[in-house]
T-cell receptor
C-alpha cells in the first residue's frame, strides 16, 4: 500500500547541532509539505514543494531548509537546532489540485536540549 | 489571505449526546474546507472536506459539517458521541490559488462515560 513515512519518530539533540528529518511518500504526489505542531498553535507550515527542484517558504521557515531532488522525498534540515524548535513535525503530501486531500505522516517528536 | 478560528479549545460531552465543534473561516476567494482528527500520539486523519459542491458534507464515523457562506462557518457535528471520538479536531481552510493549508488551533473533544 502507498504511504507516507517519517524518520526518526523521536529525536533528542543539542542546541547548535544540525538535524535532518526524513519524509518519504510512495504515492508519487507532486506536493509535499512540512508542518510543526505546538500547543495552542495547531499546525504551522514550515516549507513546501510543488515538485522536484521546487521549494517554498511557509509562515515559520526561519532556521529550516528543504530540498527536493526526487518526487518521493522532502527532507527537512535544521541548520543549527535551537530550543524553540522543540516540537512535533509532520510531513504531508497531496497530488496536485488545490482541493486534494493532504495525507499526513505519523510525525517526528524533536527535542532540542 | 486565509484564516481559521476554532471557537472552543475544549469541548466535553457525555457519551451518546450530540457533538458540535465550531469553526469560522476567512478567505479571499472560494475556499475549500476540511476537518481533520488527531488521536493521541497519532498523525492526522481526514474526516471530511467541502469543495464547493453540496453544502452539507458527510464524513467518516458519522460526522458531518455544513458550509454556511453567509456566516463564514463550517461547524462539525455528530448526533451521538462515542468514547472513541475523544481526540483533537482541526478545522482547515485553503483558498483558490493556494496549495498550502491553514489550520485552526484545534478543539480537544472529551467524551465522558
Amino acid at each position: 500500500d502507498a504511504e507516507i513515512t517519517q524518520s526518526p519518530r523521536h529525536k533528542i539533540t543539542e542546541t547548535g547541532r544540525q538535524v535532518t528529518l526524513a519524509c518519504h511518500q510512495t504515492w508519487n504526489h507532486n506536493n509535499m509539505f512540512w508542518y510543526r505542531q505546538d500547543l495552542g498553535h495547531g499546525l504551522r507550515l514550515i516549507h513546501y514543494s510543488y515538485g522536484v527542484q521546487d521549494t517554498n517558504k511557509g509562515e515559520v521557515s526561519d532556521g529550516y531548509s528543504v530540498s527536493r531532488s526526487n518526487t518521493e522525498d522532502l527532507p527537512l534540515t535544521l541548520e543549527s537546532a535551537a530550543s524553540s524548535q522543540t516540537s512535533v513535525y509532520f510531513c504531508a503530501s497531496s497530488v496536485d489540485q488545490r482541493t486534494d486531500t493532504q495525507y499526513f505522516g505519523p510525525g517526528t517528536r524533536l527535542t532540542v536540549l | 489571505a486565509q484564516s481559521v478560528t476554532q471557537l472552543d479549545s475544549h469541548v466535553s460531552v457525555s457519551e451518546g449526546t450530540p457533538v458540535l465543534l465550531r469553526c469560522n473561516y476567512s478567505s479571499s476567494y472560494s475556499p475549500s474546507l476540511f476537518w481533520y482528527v488527531q488521536h493521541p500520539n497519532k498523525g492526522l486523519q481526514l474526516l471530511l472536506k467541502y469543495t464547493s459542491a453540496a453544502t452539507l458534507v458527510k464524513g467518516i464515523n458519522g460526522f458531518e459539517a455544513e458550509f454556511k457562506k453567509s456566516e463564514t462557518s463550517f461547524h462539525l457535528t455528530k448526533p451521538s458521541a462515542h468514547m472513541s471520538d475523544a481526540a483533537e479536531y482541526f478545522c482547515v481552510v485553503i483558498s483558490r490559488g493556494r496549495r498550502a493549508l491553514t489550520f485552526g488551533s484545534g478543539t480537544r473533544l472529551q467524551v465522558q462515560p
